[in-house]
């Protein structure tokens, strides 16, 4: 095996933060995306107009049952067909990751509803607060503080997941590390390089999760 | 003041209300008792619609329960007190009483807050403004939930059970804020198992049992002679220990 070579990872470095930087763009448009779209499936979710529910959990149920790569093969493949021309890849991985992640969003918003107590909206609905208002002013930021750390967890969980999208011929941080890899024949370096960037990426962002956290906390 | 008609209600095919009716006058205090699962709560409930009923009707300062776009005004002029406080936790006590007349009264901040003080002055809280529900203890809660009740300006009270959830020791504080609001002429609604309270501050008990107003008489009448066999037998049982 002989020494590391820590040079090869500097010379190329550049070619690595564009790959991360396309990890970090689909990874954040996705979460806001997600989050977005997942509390509002979640809201349709827990709606009393039954055949709206219903549509929701097909929704979530379908999502949940498929894996993202090949969500992410036919919104590259279909949407084309569907649309009559091209969409690149860059967009057709975003409506993949997005409509993907929407359905374990609005699963873990919902949960942190369903774990408010009821009798909180009632006080609320009880003031003159339509049912949508006592959600916005008194559930949702009591759901959101408690569901911060499981939320992170799927946030991070889809950062390492933006890998997925060489296949549809993107080039994210992974894929980057790979190709170098290979064409240096420094397997080592570099795997070992994309563990200590994955996890002090991960990490860094729990903290500062964590420091917001205790920012809120009373 | 309110009026309720005939109202009935089922849940599935156990029958929780059956065509209750009784009007309270503006200003009168009037005590609901009865045992646990006469449907003391279910009425209560009915007067801000909370849980609506099937049949009959309930109409509030005018206002008819049954109809959509009364009900929201209805709600913001009918103040509700749970025995459980259901205090916002995530907000500070100032915030909990500023909430409702912000969102649904689209008061300004100051204005709200101004009223806010005030009226924690009136519940003798004048020094927790800035605490969160979780720092206080469970009568300086309810106090403050009557308190977030009245910011909204309200007409009539319903109190439901709310000194059950408490320490002995804190249920006369708020009781005693309960009989000062009666004194200034409150219309309220409660629902209680404090019978001195009863007693000292309602104008008329009503007395439920089996989802049926069985009396409705004045505390004295009530307490030394019920009409009914089943109200003798509810208060010796409550008045026993
Ligand atoms: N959502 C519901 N579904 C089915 N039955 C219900 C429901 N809510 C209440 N009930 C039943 O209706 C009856 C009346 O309930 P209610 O809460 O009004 O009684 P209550 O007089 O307030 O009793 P307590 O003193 O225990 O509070 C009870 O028998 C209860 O079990
Ligand atoms: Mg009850």
Same mark, same amino acid.
């Given at each position: ?218 | ?145 009557? $308190? +977030?009740?009245? #910011?909204?300006?309200?007409?009539? @009270?319903?109190?439901? *059970? ?5 320490? %002995? /020791? ?27 309270? $009863? +007693?000292?501050? #309602?104008?008329?008990?009503?007395? @439920?049992?089996?989802? *049926? ?5 004045? %505390? /004295? ?21």
């Amino acid at each position: 095996m002989g020494h590391l070579d820590v040079n090869v990872i500097l010379r190329n470095l550049p070619y690595l933060w564009e790959g991360l930087q396309l990890s970090f763009l689909l990874a954040a448009i996705a979460i806001a995306g997600g989050i977005f779209f997942g509390l509002i499936m979640a809201l349709l979710r827990m709606s009393s107009i039954r055949p709206v529910a219903w549509i929701a959990l097909g929704y979530v149920n379908f999502f949940r049952s498929v894996p993202l790569i090949l969500v992410i093969f036919w919104i590259y493949f279909l949407v084309p067909l569907l649309l009559g021309h091209a969409t690149g890849p860059f967009l057709s991985a975003v409506v993949a990751f997005t409509m993907f992640e929407t359905a374990y969003y609005c699963e873990i918003i919902r949960a942190g509803v369903q774990s408010t107590p009821k009798g909180q909206i009632s006080a609320g609905v009880a003031s003159g607060m339509t049912w949508l208002q006592a959600m916005r002013h008194i559930v949702m930021p009591q759901a959101f503080r408690k569901m911060r750390p499981i939320l992170l967890t799927q946030s991070i969980i889809l950062f390492q997941d933006t890998s997925l999208v060489y296949v549809v011929t993107l080039r994210d941080f992974m894929t980057s590390v790979s190709t170098v890899a290979s064409q240096e024949l420094r397997m080592v370096e570099l795997y070992l390089f994309a563990g200590a960037a994955y996890f002090a990426i991960c990490f860094a962002g729990s903290r500062l999760i964590n420091r917001l956290d205790g920012g809120f906390r009373r | 003041m309110i009026e309720i008609r005939d109202v009935s209600k089922w849940y599935g095919s156990f029958q929780v209300l059956k065509s209750c009716s009784v009007s309270v006058a503006r200003g009168e205090v009037v005590v609901v008792c009865g045992p646990s699962g006469s449907g003391k709560s279910t009425l209560i409930k009915g007067v801000n619609g909370l849980e609506p009923c099937d049949e009959g009707e309930i109409v509030v300062d005018g206002l008819n329960v049954g109809v959509k776009a009364d009900l929201r005004v209805l709600r913001t002029r009918v103040g509700m007190v749970f025995q459980n406080f259901e205090l916002y936790p995530h907000l500070n006590v100032l915030d909990n009483i500023c909430l409702a007349p912000m969102v649904v009264l689209k008061r300004k901040r100051e204005e709200a807050e101004a009223r806010a003080r005030t009226l924690l002055g009136r519940v003798g809280l004048t020094d927790h403004a800035l605490k969160f529900p979780a720092q206080l203890s469970g009568g300086q809660q309810q106090r403050v939930a009557i $308190a +977030r009740s009245l #910011a909204m300006d309200p007409v009539v @009270m319903l109190f439901d *059970e709310p000194t059950s959830a408490l320490d %002995p /020791e804190m249920i006369k504080e708020v009781l005693d804020v309960m009989s000062d609001l009666a004194r200034d002429g409150m219309t309220m609604i409660v629902v209680t198992h404090e019978m001195g309270f $009863a +007693r000292r501050v #309602a104008d008329r008990i009503i007395f @439920m049992d089996a989802g *049926e107003i069985v009396e409705v008489r004045p %505390p /004295e009448a009530f307490f030394t002679a019920p009409e009914s066999e089943r109200a003798r037998a509810f208060l010796s049982k409550i008045l026993e220990h």
